[in-house]
Every structure is written in structure tokens, then in C-alpha cells.
T-cell receptor, first 110, second 114 residues
Framework: KNEVEQSPQNLTAQEGEFITINCSYS?????LHWLQQHPGGGIVSLFMLSSGKKKHGRLIATINIQEKHSSLHITASHPRDSAVYICAVSLTGTASKLTFGTGTRLQVTL | SQTIHQWPATLVQPVGSPLSLECTVE??????LYWYRQAAGRGLQLLFY??????ISSEVPQNLSASRPQDRQFILSSKKLLLSDSGFYLC?????????????FGQGTRLTVV
């Protein structure tokens, strides 16, 4: 069993829909990252969380440390949001070495 | 501001050929440096990390090696590529501050071994 599990693996939505991507982890962490990988491969860091909630534009990330769970929400989705969204965690005591989920492939259609 | 450069973006290499991928960081000093690989259908996996010049730790046994000849330069190499070395390679850095969990990523290199 992977230490970081994401769901769903694939997600198709229509433009304007509210999207939620989930991440569960089974180990102690010092931080959780949400990353975006576009088809060309480049990775962009969206959020780093250790507690609570963060918002940036139409993106919202939440984390529940007790439940070992995080969600990434996209409001008013747009085709340009189509990408792979990756959850990664910094394990407690391992500095910034990251353990990654396998990603959620999001396709937003018109 | 800090930036990270990784090149090339894509690479097609024959089996048995050597490999050299380079990553450089600007705008910071004494960074922790990382090489990750994403094989087809799998998540990114840590290959190597470095906390200083000449200091390399390997996370998984493999056909690759890493070197850090300068503080902000991290190189991933192979003497003879295997088909199984194909994948997406990502360089990353983090500040060496105690307790820091920030991470910054390069654009990645998609390697296809044929």
C-alpha cells in the first residue's frame, strides 16, 4: 500500500464545475504539497500546507492532520485547469524529501 | 528570486549510451538538492539527495549516479542506459533551514531510451 493515496485517478468535468481531488496518507508528516503537472511535464507547486486551509484564486486546499487527509478544490473549473494534480508529503524528520502520490488526471471540457 | 534550471527538457537516447542531466539553482546558497524519477504509470520517486558539495545519498539502487561538483549544481548520470531508465526526471531544491519543508521544482526531463 502506498504511503500517499490519491483519488480519483482520473476525473473528467465540464467547464464551470466544482472539482475535488482527495489525498490520504498513512504516515506522520511535517507538510503536504499540492503540485500541478501539465502535459509538457513541468511541475508547478500550488500549495504547501501543514494545517488548516489555503486559497489562491480558484484553488482551495485543506488538510485535516488528525484524519491524515487533504483535499484540493477547484471552483468554476476551466479547460486550462486540465493537468495532473499531485499530492506529496514531507515525512516527519526527513527534511524536504518528498513522498508522492500517483496523481489525479483532470480533464475539463467545454 | 530563486530559480531552478533543468535541461534538456526531452531526450531520446539509445540503450547503452551515457547520460548526463544537469540542474542548477540560482538565487540561494547551500540548498538541499534532489533528483526524482517518475516511471510510466507511477508516482515520483526520490533517487538521490544532497545536503552539500560532494555529499550524495542514494535512496534506491539503480543504474544511475549523481554528483554535486558545485554548491548549486546537481548532475544525474549513467554510463550505460537501460530501457528501464526511461521516464520523467525531476530536479528539486529546498532551503537548508532547520524544519523547512518548502520545495521548488525544475521543469523536468522526459527521457526515452530506445
Amino acid at each position: 500500500k502506498n504511503e500517499v493515496e490519491q483519488s480519483p485517478q482520473n476525473l473528467t468535468a465540464q467547464e464551470g464545475e466544482f472539482i475535488t481531488i482527495n489525498c490520504s496518507y498513512s504516515v506522520g508528516i511535517s507538510a503536504l504539497h499540492w503540485l500541478q503537472q501539465h502535459p509538457g511535464g513541468g511541475i508547478v507547486s500550488l500549495f504547501m500546507l501543514s494545517s488548516g486551509k489555503k486559497k489562491h484564486g480558484r484553488l482551495i486546499a485543506t488538510i485535516n492532520i488528525q484524519e491524515k487527509h487533504s483535499s484540493l478544490h477547484i471552483t468554476a473549473s476551466h479547460p486550462r485547469d486540465s493537468a495532473v494534480y499531485i499530492c506529496a508529503v514531507s515525512l516527519t524528520g526527513t527534511a524536504s524529501k518528498l513522498t508522492f502520490g500517483t496523481g489525479t488526471r483532470l480533464q475539463v471540457t467545454l | 528570486s530563486q530559480t531552478i534550471h533543468q535541461w534538456p527538457a526531452t531526450l531520446v537516447q539509445p540503450v547503452g549510451s551515457p547520460l548526463s542531466l544537469e540542474c542548477t539553482v540560482e538565487g540561494t546558497s547551500n540548498p538541499n538538492l534532489y533528483w526524482y524519477r517518475q516511471a510510466a504509470g507511477r508516482g515520483l520517486q526520490l533517487l538521490f539527495y544532497s545536503v552539500g558539495i560532494g555529499q550524495i545519498s542514494s535512496e534506491v539502487p539503480q543504474n544511475l549516479s549523481a554528483s554535486r561538483p558545485q554548491d548549486r549544481q546537481f548532475i544525474l548520470s549513467s554510463k550505460k542506459l537501460l530501457l528501464s531508465d526511461s521516464g520523467f526526471y525531476l530536479c528539486a531544491w529546498s532551503p537548508r533551514r532547520t524544519g523547512s519543508t518548502e520545495a521548488f521544482f525544475g521543469q523536468g526531463t522526459r527521457l526515452t531510451v530506445v
